[in-house]
């Protein structure tokens, strides 16, 4: 399945929810307004919206009604890029220059800031608290997975199940209650719900780990910024932490993230590029990943024959091979 094909089928629905974004974050303040719009307009895949669309499908479809949900969970997703931007010291995202980078850092907080209260503000329009609470609880946990980010840059001790908890948070859940709250949006059974939900968790698992290869492998063309960005940052990735657990190549590597992090990031990685591109590290990221994408479709399995779930099943495939 190309994703092309299903943005196809939805170009009416997700033109729909782009219009209510962009009117979700109007706002009178002139300057609030254009940083919202900028990163509004920097694009991006909306594959949260479609997750939510998709979950719809399962209950009874009312766009009117979805919205609701759909639009919140991709201002959370944005809100969370423009802060992130800002820990990360980034100039241009997607080929488009960063809030922080256009004007400053207070103007990319508080411009965050005003994203997420937006989006709480939209989901109030359906009146079901579990939608709330379930909403809630994921920026919780979001914020407490780039705190623990920020705690673990540099760290070559971090083992592997703290990665897989950082990334849980920072993307997985997110993506895992898009299908989940579609579901519970459109009134689908709380067993529907429940295999969206699993289903987009171990989708969002696997999407966070191609994410951290093809940062390593990955040209800047494919991937719309510097190879290795990941590493300059600091941010220790599941390549990274396979390949350090290799004895003949971890003391080089040591010694490389304790180069990068003297020096700020600002020194050439071609070298440390090199050597995890050359380690079983990515072979067994990419194993990894499979094993995600094959517990996703697996969760489907319950779900009614319906065109959705075939969506969802060419979804995963395609996060499973992507290469942007």
Known sequence: ??????????KKDISYIEKELERSIDVDNDLLREASLH?????????????????????TYDLARIKHVAVPLELIHMASLVHDDVIDDALTRRGQLTVRSKWDNRIAMYTGDYIFAKALSVVTQLPNPLIHQIMSKAIVEMSIGEMEQIRYFFNADQTFRDYLLRIKRKTALLIAISCQLGAIAAGAGEAASKSLYTYGYNVGMAFQVRDDILDLCGTEKEIGKPPGSDIRQGNITVPVIFALQDKSLRPGLLNEIQRIQQLDGQTDISGFIRTIRGSNGITRAEEL??????????????????????DFTGIAHFIGNRSY
């Open 1 to 10: 399945m190309k994703l092309i094909d299903l943005y196809a089928k939805l």
């Open 39 to 59: 990163l509004l307009k920097a694009g991006g895949k909306r594959i949260r919206p479609v997750f939510v669309l998709l979950g719809a499908k399962f209950g």
């Open 289 to 310: 990943a499979s094993r995600y994408i094959d517990k996703a479709i697996a969760a489907l399995e319950p779900l009614p024959d319906i065109q959705a779930k075939k």
